[in-house]
């Protein structure tokens, strides 16, 4: 890491990253006042939690949109800089806005704001990732800065939303998550500077660029991957059903719960410290199938969950097997982007997680609600199995060998 421009991106990444690990809607500090709210102040059901709020994933799929414009219509002269500029004042509206709150439909649209903000942001910040890591031959490297960072964050912002829940009435904590959702988009702007990026125009690489786009949505190589992701993350979801089953079942307090999501960040971030030593050295394919493996039995030992203890343990397991999963998913998609359509390749990569992520908890809630009628043994079960099928899957793959 000498090289200062790769210094001043580890520092743009983690600083971003611990941005968007608070910001988003769905995971970071809003995300348990907002599912508190709805369950104690509106009185919804788990599949209406899971349906009423997957509009908030739908910017998230429209990222290969927003990475299409950014690689073809520079702003102030700049593909990346300008747009991160912009969706970061965006977030701080849409934060503000959603303090002022309690009606479920402006809340929700007050969200969606945000969503579309932190996906722009999330769209630029992985070109840059595709860009630099291909140029200086780091992706891998650089992945786990991103997502080590992003859960260090969210360690801070799930204590932080269930004490809010112990402190304060529903509509208060979320009202209150807002307020500090809408203040960490303001250090982001702070180092914009961090990134270097040449002015341009949109003229003179408008026809390589073109080029560029088709071949990527011409490869069989970004289809096979894009498939391969999509049933990679598609098993039965467990989030929402967990949340209920833990508050209604098991009793546990809406700081547990909090600080059990910070045990699951935690793990992550154990990943990410243990990630350089231990993994780095693993080809794609082996890696992909440690993940695999280790996803599934982390899943499995969901059936443990009976205590505060027990919680905490699998907590942080599950954490560990996610981040050895994202780096392993994450790296293989961009390694394989295409120069000139970075933007857009990786972002509809991740697109298609990000498609797969809200029918997972979808279904799995279904499951919960309608046919396990509130068992939460045979979801798991379903789900772990469906995790370990992915392994017919990597004799597919066009895997290389990742730099190192």
């Not at 508190?36 to 102040?41: A, D, P, V, W």
């Not at 702070?190 to 040449?198: G, S």
């Not at 967990?242 to 909090?258: A, C, K, N, P, V």
Request: charged share 10%.
């Amino acid at each position: 890491m000498s090289d200062p421009a790769v210094r001043r991106l580890m520092w743009f990444f983690a600083v971003v990253y611990v941005v968007e690990g608070i910001g988003q809607a769905k995971v970071g500090v809003v995300w348990q006042p907002l599912t508190h709210f709805l369950k104690e102040s509106q009185g919804w059901t788990p599949v209406e939690v899971s349906a009423g709020l997957a509009v908030l994933d739908v910017p998230w799929m429209l990222k290969p949109l927003y990475g299409i414009v950014s690689d073809f219509v520079p702003l102030f002269g700049y593909r990346r800089r300008s747009y991160l500029l912009f969706a970061d004042i965006a977030a701080i509206a849409g934060f503000a806005w959603v303090a002022q709150e309690v009606s479920p439909p402006w809340l929700i649209a007050a969200l969606v704001v945000t969503s579309v903000a932190m996906a722009i942001a999330s769209t630029l910040c992985g070109a840059l990732l595709v860009e630099n890591g291909q140029r200086h031959r780091i992706s891998a490297a650089f992945v786990n800065q991103q997502w080590l960072w992003f859960n260090v964050s969210l360690v801070a912002a799930t204590l932080l939303g269930g004490l809010l829940i112990e402190w304060l009435p529903p509509a208060g904590a979320l009202h209150a998550a807002a307020w500090i959702a809408a203040f960490a988009p303001v250090v982001a702007l702070l180092c914009l500077p961090l990134v270097q990026e040449t002015r341009t125009g949109a003229g003179p690489q408008a026809k390589a660029r073109l080029a560029a786009l088709l071949a990527a949505l011409r490869s069989r190589t970004l289809w096979i991957i894009a498939g391969f992701l999509f049933c990679y993350y598609f098993s039965p979801g467990l989030g929402t059903a967990l949340y209920y089953h833990m508050t209604d079942r098991l009793g546990f307090s809406q700081g547990l719960i909090g600080a059990l999501a910070s045990c699951n960040a935690a793990g992550w971030i154990a990943g990410g410290l243990l990630y350089r030593p231990l993994l780095s050295r693993l080809d794609t394919a082996p890696l992909l199938r440690l993940s695999i493996l280790f996803g599934a039995a982390s899943t499995l030992a969901y059936l443990g969950l009976n205590d505060p203890v027990s919680a905490v343990a699998i907590y942080f397991v599950a954490g560990l097997a996610g981040m050895v999963a994202n780096v392993a998913t994450l790296t293989l998609a961009a390694e394989h982007c295409p120069a000139g359509s970075e933007g857009f390749a990786f972002a509809a990569l991740m697109s298609v997680i990000n498609l797969a992520t809200p029918v997972s908890d979808m279904i799995g809630s279904v499951l919960y609600e309608h046919v396990f009628t509130g068992r939460l043994a045979p979801l798991i079960v379903v789900s772990a199995l469906v995790t370990a099928l992915v392994l017919l899957l990597l004799p597919l793959l066009p895997v290389r060998t990742p730099a190192r």
